[in-house]
């Protein structure tokens, strides 16, 4: 079946360095989604990305979905404690979204 | 405008219980997904409703069933729940396909 991965698993930063997130799906996706989870919380939609090789960005944050659109990536720019959470990548194949295992970021004052 | 609202928030069950959990859909949406939530995971997809008909289904046994009402509220219920069951159960509405999802704060089910 369909299996989305993620790496890191676990990512501390000092608070003001950057951070990247992968996700590798092992089949083309329709599209991605990212998330992020914030402790206690639920998942917030970040945004879509559905074109191949596309990039956006959303003020420090940088979405990328490879020119395959087999695997994504999530990049930080200057991190704050305001980023700390759960960030997961959602590949959608046709019928319904499956969820990476997440990303868990801790940022250090 | 609200968001997704569920209910109940936290709830215990014993072994072989039946649960009931429930989901309202941000006004004007038509599609609710359910997903479970296991600690340290990402969500796992268990159904999908559209206009009242079940348009997805993971890989859950039968005893997760679900239905969407009129009004597109909608409800997902375990029957016979094994500790293994224990987890956040997410509700989730979309306007359309293709755009996100709006997530609820779920519902926190222990089974003890």
């Known amino acids: 079946g369909q299996q989305v991965m993620q790496i890191p698993q676990y990512q501390h930063v000092q608070e003001g360095e950057d951070f990247t997130t992968y996700c590798n799906s092992s089949?083309?996706?329709?599209?991605i989604q990212w998330y992020k989870q914030r402790p206690g919380g639920h998942p917030v939609f970040l945004i879509q990305?559905?074109?191949?090789?596309e990039v956006k960005k959303q003020k420090r944050l940088t979405f990328q979905f490879g020119e395959a659109k087999k695997n994504s990536s999530l990049h930080i720019t200057a991190t704050q404690t305001t980023d700390v959470g759960t960030y997961f990548c959602?590949?959608?194949?046709?019928?319904?979204?499956?969820f990476g295992p997440g990303t868990r970021l801790s940022v250090l004052p | 405008d609200a968001g997704v609202t569920q209910s109940p928030t936290h709830l215990i069950k014993t072994r072989g219980q039946h649960v009931t959990l429930r989901c309202s859909p941000i006004?004007?949406?038509?599609?609710v997904s359910w997903y479970q939530q296991v600690l340290g995971q990402g969500p796992q997809f268990i159904f999908q409703?559209?206009?009242?008909?079940?348009?997805g289904r993971g890989n859950f046994p039968d005893r997760f069933s679900a239905r969407q009402f009129p009004n597109y509220s909608s409800e997902l219920n375990v029957n016979a729940l094994l500790l293994g069951d224990s987890a956040l159960y997410l509700c989730?509405?979309?306007?359309?396909?293709?755009?996100?999802?709006?997530f609820g704060q779920g519902t926190r089910l222990t089974v003890v």
């Open positions: 409703y559209y206009e009242k008909e079940e348009r």
């Open positions: 989730a509405s979309k306007l359309q396909e293709g755009r996100g999802a709006f």
């Open positions: 089949t083309t996706l329709s599209n």
């Open positions: 990305l559905v074109k191949s090789g």
């Open positions: 959602a590949g959608f194949y046709g019928q319904n979204f499956v």
């Open positions: 006004s004007g949406h038509k599609s």
